[in-house]
């Protein structure tokens, strides 16, 4: 079956220490997503990628990179500039269409920073 | 541009009773609308959407949703609200012709049911 796959599902981060959390999908879809999650906070967009080798940063980038080199894989790296990273993180896919069917999520990535 | 409102942070019922979640939007072009279902520590599933054609949208566990574009609403019902829909609920637009597929959220609903 077809989906998105978030790994670890859970990580601990030391203070100071870049950490990556990986994001893949097997859908063919063009577009990939990632968001923060805090409580009371919505989805805040990160960065997006509409097309391999290409991204934008969305309205909370700063502290985090990201790379697209496989239309598959869009992995964040939450680096030791982000004062804050303890937050639930989301990956999503969706296709480039009008009629699109939406997203579709991973089941997230807990960071905590120890 | 295109935004979303959620009208209610939280939003509390009896079980048996209608859940009503209300979501207000704008969009400059025809818009493609959804409901997304969040439990936690999971990832957001898709509830229900509106592209075209018939207004009255049927989703999954029950739920269903009207398009009044009259007065730009989405809002999602439940005739008979079951402890299992306690979660958060997210409305969201789709993108402009610039960026097809990629949408605009809402803050989210939470929804608790008491018994």
């Known amino acids: 079956d077809g989906g998105i796959t978030q790994s670890p599902k859970y990580l601990f981060r030391k203070e100071g220490q870049n950490v990556t959390l990986s994001c893949e999908q097997n859908?063919?879809?063009?577009?990939m997503y990632w968001y923060r999650q805090d409580p009371g906070q919505g989805l805040r967009l990160i960065y997006y990628?509409?097309?391999?080798?290409?991204?934008q940063k969305g309205d909370i980038a700063e502290g985090y990179s990201v790379s697209r080199e496989k239309k598959e894989s869009f992995p964040l790296t939450v680096t030791s500039a982000q004062k804050n990273p303890t937050a639930f993180y989301l990956c999503?896919?969706?296709?480039?269409?009008?009629?699109?069917?939406?997203?579709?999520f991973g089941s997230g990535t807990r960071l905590t920073v120890v | 541009a295109q935004s979303v409102t959620q009208l209610g942070s939280h939003v509390s019922v009896s079980e048996g009773a209608l859940v009503l979640l209300r979501c207000n939007y704008s969009?400059?072009?025809?818009?493609?609308l959804f409901w997304y279902v969040q439990y936690p520590n999971q990832g957001l599933q898709l509830l229900l959407k509106?592209?075209?054609?018939?207004?009255l949208v049927k989703g999954i566990n029950g739920f269903e949703a009207e398009f009044k574009k009259s007065e730009t609403s989405f809002h999602l019902t439940k005739p008979s609200a079951h402890m299992s829909d306690a979660a958060e609920y997210f409305c969201?637009?789709?993108?402009?012709?610039?960026?097809?597929?990629?949408?605009?959220f809402g803050q989210g609903t939470i929804l608790t049911v008491h018994p």
């Open positions: 990628s509409q097309i391999v080798n290409d991204f």
């Open positions: 509106y592209t075209t054609g018939a207004t």
């Open positions: 859908l063919n879809h063009d577009a």
């Open positions: 969201a637009v789709s993108g402009t012709s610039t960026s097809y597929g990629k949408l605009t």
């Open positions: 969009s400059s072009v025809p818009p493609y």
């Open positions: 999503a896919s969706s296709i480039l269409v009008r009629e699109t069917t939406g997203y579709t």
